[in-house]
């Protein structure tokens, strides 16, 4: 699976759109870009994914490059409870037996009053 | 049901004793992991199990080991650990379908004296 580099921290204020860049310049075609966040002590969330076009859910939007070679996770208005470590992580489409997911450093993202 | 469910919560335990963790999922997921995770720092991937068979061992130490009984329930056993052990351990599972997501437990908080 391709590595991915993110900024170690960030700040937002609340209410505003809170966007979350990944480096994953080495992706391949058929690897997708998952993102995930963990809220102290708990276990890790799913919020995304994507493997070409921009994905929109609930939770967040994921806008991908056209090259792949990057992603941003945006959070369109923050709260305080989006306060959290948010890892992007590069998966292979295709299952061998049983694919690793591996986290990175991640994102600790600060949502401020 | 989403829920990945791990018991107990926490455990403390002396480093002559046996104990085990457990995980428990019920959404017909047929992929499951152990991470282990320490302070500040990202989850550790430990095992992968697919379709109720080792098929990831990330090189740990056999004080640690693991178990499938079945496709809904996942165990660590561990025996004579270390201080260093200590940390908080993570359960997930996913369907093995393309483009999926894991759900993680909230964790087993686990401290060796």
């Known amino acids: 699976d391709a590595k991915t580099t993110q900024p170690p921290s960030m700040d937002c204020a609340e209410g505003r759109a809170a966007n979350l860049p990944c480096n994953h310049s080495?992706?391949?075609?058929?690897?997708?870009v998952y993102w995930y966040r963990q809220i102290h002590s708990q276990g890790p969330q799913y919020i995304i994914h994507?493997?070409?076009n921009n994905e929109t859910n609930e939770m967040a939007s994921l806008i991908i490059t056209e090259d792949r070679k990057s992603s941003t996770l945006i959070l369109p208005h923050a709260t305080l409870r989006d306060t959290a470590v948010y890892y992007c992580?590069?998966?292979?489409?295709?299952?061998?037996?049983?694919?690793?997911?591996?986290f990175g450093e991640g994102t600790q993202l600060t949502v401020n009053p | 049901d989403t829920e990945v469910t791990q018991t107990p919560k926490h455990l403390v335990m002396g480093m002559t004793n046996k104990k085990s963790l457990k995980c428990e999922q019920h959404m017909g997921h047929r992929a499951m992991y152990w991470y282990k995770q320490k302070a500040k720092k990202p989850p550790e991937l430990m095992f992968v199990?697919?379709?109720?068979?080792?098929?990831i061992n990330e090189s740990v130490p056999s004080r640690f080991s693991p178990e499938c009984p079945n496709s809904s329930l996942l165990n660590l056993h561990l025996h004579a650990l270390q201080p260093e052990d200590s940390a908080l351990y993570l359960c997930?599972?996913?369907?093995?379908?393309?483009?999926?997501?894991?759900?993680f437990g909230q964790g087993t908080r686990l401290t060796v004296v």
């Open positions: 997930a599972s996913r369907n093995r379908k393309e483009g999926t997501e894991a759900f």
């Open positions: 199990y697919s379709y109720e068979k080792l098929s």
């Open positions: 994507g493997l070409k």
């Open positions: 992580i590069v998966r292979a489409k295709v299952e061998t037996s049983g694919s690793r997911l591996t």
């Open positions: 080495t992706i391949s075609g058929n690897e997708y």
